[in-house]
């Protein structure tokens, strides 16, 4: 199976950058105690422009699907998520094999 990768694209709100840094580990930790099959989200970049790109890996597509479903019962990501704004997600899989 091919693992999912989402490429999550967003703003933090004006003046919330310190405190959506701090969130972001608790999110993350929170969310892989609920769903054991992300990987991991080994991926932060903040552009020029002031949008951002967040990478989160899922062991599969559904692992993901699953875990975007109930991502609103997890108060530490919902936390993360209420600092951020133009949210999109994009997803897509790693070809089998692919080892960098």
């Not at 840094?21 to 020029?48: T, W």
């Not at 559904?62 to 949210?87: C, K, Q, S």
Request: aromatic content about 8%; glycine content about 8%.
């Amino acid at each position: 199976m091919s693992n999912c990768i989402e490429f999550v694209k967003f703003r933090v709100k004006s003046g919330q950058r310190s405190a959506f840094l701090a969130q972001r580990g608790e999110a993350i930790a929170a969310v892989h105690a609920a769903h054991p099959d992300l990987i991991g989200a080994p991926v932060l970049a903040e552009h020029d422009d002031g949008t951002w790109t967040d990478v989160w890996i899922y062991r599969t597509a559904e692992a993901a699907r699953r875990a975007n479903a109930e991502a609103g019962d997890i108060p530490d990501f919902v936390a993360m998520a209420d600092l951020l704004e133009d949210v999109r997600v994009e997803a897509g899989t790693a070809p089998v094999g692919d080892v960098s």
